[in-house]
């Protein structure tokens, strides 16, 4: 079983910058995917960004030049550092991890808010 643990979020203004942190722990399969979502109100939960174990990423165009997902240096840390934030980047932020043989895990969730 893989347990996530979130850390960050919180309340910025406009154009503001936070950084999320996420890490897992458990027996985790080496060959994985973390990455975050977000689902504001009255929306369906959404890919914000994913970097697998080889350093390959994805991210969604609302992102593109303003986030940055990273793994640390143990692998099992994923973070997303979020700047230029916008009131439309209001969300409750997911983290995910995914492997062949873990399956799927999230994590509780973090309240961003950026003020306009």
């Known amino acids: 079983q893989v347990r996530l643990a979130e850390s960050g979020g919180g309340l910025v203004q406009s154009g503001g910058s936070l950084r999320l942190s996420c890490a897992a722990s458990?027996?985790?399969?080496?060959?994985?995917?973390m990455g975050w979502y977000r689902q504001a109100p009255g929306n369906q939960r959404e890919l914000v960004a994913s970097?697998?174990?080889?350093?390959?990423?994805n991210y969604a165009d609302a992102v593109k030049g303003r986030f940055t997902i990273s793994r640390g240096d143990a692998k099992n840390t994923v973070y997303l550092h979020m700047h230029s934030l916008k009131p439309e980047d209001t969300a409750v932020y997911y983290c995910?991890?995914?492997?062949?043989?873990?399956?799927?895990?999230w994590g509780q969730g973090t309240q961003v808010t950026v003020s306009s």
């Open positions: 458990g027996s985790i399969w080496s060959s994985n995917t």
């Open positions: 995910k991890f995914s492997s062949i043989v873990n399956g799927n895990a």
């Open positions: 970097i697998d174990n080889r350093g390959t990423i």
